[in-house]
């Protein structure tokens, strides 16, 4: 029996001919990568013995090997991987078939859940700079096509700009995937998903990576095949650019030029040599700003000057040396697919991270008093006071950007007035703009309100809406690496951090207590729905509130999280005492990790250096 089963497994493994592949599929054809080899009569199906299971075996690891290979390449709610050698200890994953794969899967996908029945399905296709886009593109064609949709080449794009071509007319694809690999290094790349009902999911994304990896494991040729007509060429930026200038015209409606409201203000623009260089000759340009100084707008894959990310150090340092050399109103620094952003104000102040909430909250606040604010659990003690002080409510919830969106359209339907979600990375959404992470809006809303500053008589600048914002005295990031085998890694990050919530509500980490966050049915830590409808949880974590035994104040957190995909546990702290994060780390260390025999498969020596290093 077990001869049958893998005869007839690898007999669907055999290679096919040009002949039969290309008469199956009408119309222009392209071969990508290799050509194949004709069929021969010498090309004959493998088999295997029924002697021993040693065959079959190998063949069914192989298997598994390579559904693996695709199932690895998830990264939450979209894929990356590594397209280009390069990289030290890693090899090439994200290949052109791998690519195919799993766009003939999401094509699939969303033909069975968004067809309406109106015809073929409508794909369109942007992508960042990175080298590799060329070559993954054409895979991604080949898929679509080989799920039978209809795919729309949208060239150098940003990932905010891939979902609203669903939306806006009159281009209105029924789905879009977005090629990029955000922030991290040219040798990566990867895909984002999206629908007219936004950004895919993690658990949805999951399952087209189980069907992909499916397909990708039963073919016997791992290359990138054929497209079945060539995809046509549209320039939805330009569209996306004018759509963004008509929400800046008429917001701030300027009494005397209504046309070109940013006229007198000047504006740089650090894009990274990602794709946002876009923003400033197709959007600010012609809305009258000067944008002399702006850094680094030419794409380039290989990214030659600094990580296109705002929490770069090195990409807010350059904005700032702009925006003071050129007397600039507000630099602004793009992430490269642009669905992040960070600014620098008139006085060369960076404002990222828990500023740059803050600055968005400011605003919102004052369009919507008494909104929800969303925030991952990593934010800061003096940004909660900074929200609840102009009349908001601060929902601190699970890290993850998706996590962060959704938790805010799941508060909406529930009744809570939620207009901004953020995560400190620097993703971004408002409810007025489809709950979508855009960093070109983000940059929008913030100009808007820096022009009705001016307009009303203040010239000092968007930075002096955050200036009662009290930040953290001391803020630290700590790594334990999990030592135990791969398969077991992920089962003792649950086990720890579960621990970590029961030891805390035992009482044995005395001060230190499972943070909540009032009536927003979020509790246990800020991080665990209470509704009927909990979110599933992708990676478990918990924030503690830690207060001083002896008076009972509140002086700093500990959050604890388990990493998605690697072998890792995160710690993040904050005080607002000095020492207090040391105090912190030797109790978590001593008190719990050896307390609770959990240090057994766990590497301390990040917690060790800190320690000796601040003793």
Known sequence: ???????????????????????????????????????????????????????????????????????????????????????????VDLTPAAVEAIAESFGEWVTATESNGNGVIKVSLGRDPRVSGGKLSTAVFAGLARAGCLAFDMGLATTPACFMSTLLSPFEYDASIMMTASHLPYTRNGLKFFTKRGGLTSPEVEKICDLAARKYATRQTKVSTLIRRRPKQVDFMSAYSKHLREIIKERINHPEHYDTPLKGFQIVVNAGNGSGGFFTWDVLDKLGANTFGSLYLNPDGMFPNHIPNPENKIAMSHTRAAVLENSADLGVVFDTDVDRSGVVDNRGNPINGDKLIALMSAIVLKEHPGSTIVTDARTSMGLTRFITERGGRHCLYRVGYRNVIDKGVELNKDGIETHLMMETSGHGAVKENHFLDDGAYMVVKIIIEMVRMRLAGSNEGIGSLIEDLEEPLEAVELRLNILSKPRDAKANGIEAIETFRQYIEEGKLRGWELGTCGDCWVSEGCLVDSNDHPSAIDAHMYRARVSDEESGEEYGWVHMRQSIHNPNIALNMQSMLPGGCLSMTRVFRDQFLEASGIARFLDLSDFDNYIGGQS
């Open 1 to 91: 029996m077990a001869s049958t089963s893998t005869s007839s497994l690898m007999a669907s493994k055999t290679v096919i001919s040009k002949t039969t592949l290309f008469s199956s599929l009408p119309g222009i054809f392209y071969r990508n990568f290799i050509t194949f080899a004709p069929a021969s009569p010498s090309v004959k199906p493998l088999r295997t013995k029924s002697s021993n299971g040693t065959k079959f075996d190998e063949v069914t690891n192989s298997l598994d090997e390579d559904m693996d290979q695709i199932r690895r390449l998830q990264n939450g709610s979209d894929v990356r991987g590594v397209a280009l050698e390069g990289e030290k200890g890693r090899t």
